[in-house]
């Protein structure tokens, strides 16, 4: 069982819906981490959170916008996406100062 | 070229070979992680290592830190040990991702 639990696994909307991506963990890791990974593609970083702040910015569009209420879960919420953001979205975490050690079984995101 | 290159991209064996991936990498590295991605998307971490070899059952994990170069293998291989392999390398607090070597085990 993976140590980083990520909800829903497979999510399909529309162009105009609102829907958010959850990832929680356990660990006490201080950072979380928001991938997005395309098809036979290595993952891309969008989002780092150390210490419940946002430290890591990959200029996502604004359609995309991460949330850390705490140091256990990290949101993702998303808000008029187009197709070409239909991906794997894999959430990660570590000990704060460290890149990620613990990868989430991640969301299968369609956009219509 | 890439900062973190594998090879090859796929490999198909039959159950039973005994399986070798490559990676090379360009920057320095304080630590080099393979990881193993299923057909469902989740990615386990399998080795992280700095120097040596690690062995973990039938997988063994190695690098060369003179010549950037790591070699994940598999003995004994199995089916369920289809996936795709990516080599990351820690570098300046980020993680630099390989390409991933797609892994088909036939029976």
């Known amino acids: 069982d993976t140590e980083v639990t990520q909800t829903p696994k497979h999510l399909v909307m529309g162009m105009t819906n609102k829907k958010s991506l959850k990832c929680e963990q356990h660990?006490?890791?201080?950072?979380m981490y928001w991938y997005k990974q395309k098809a036979k593609k290595p993952p891309e970083l969008m989002f780092v959170?150390?210490?419940?702040?946002?430290?890591i910015n990959e200029s996502v569009p604004s359609r995309f916008s991460p949330e850390c209420p705490n140091s256990s879960l990290l949101n993702l919420h998303l808000h008029a996406l187009q197709p070409e953001d239909s991906a794997l979205y894999l959430c990660a975490s570590s000990q704060a100062g460290v890149p990620p050690q613990h990868f989430g079984d991640g969301t299968r995101l369609s956009i219509l | 070229k890439n900062e973190v290159e594998q090879s090859p991209q796929n490999l198909t064996a039959q159950e039973g070979e005994f399986i070798t991936i490559n990676c090379s990498y360009s920057v320095g590295i304080s630590a080099l992680h393979w990881l193993q991605q299923h057909p469902g998307g989740g990615i386990v971490s399998l080795f992280m290592l700095s120097s040596g070899k690690k062995k973990h059952g039938r997988l063994i994990a190695t690098i060369n830190i003179q010549e950037k170069h790591s070699s994940l293998h598999i003995t004994a291989s199995h089916p369920r040990d289809s996936a795709v392999y990516i080599c990351a390398a820690r570098s300046q607090g980020n993680l630099i991702f390989g390409k991933g070597t797609k892994l088909s085990v036939k029976p």
């Open positions: 660990m006490g890791h201080r950072a």
């Open positions: 959170y150390s210490y419940e702040k946002l430290s």
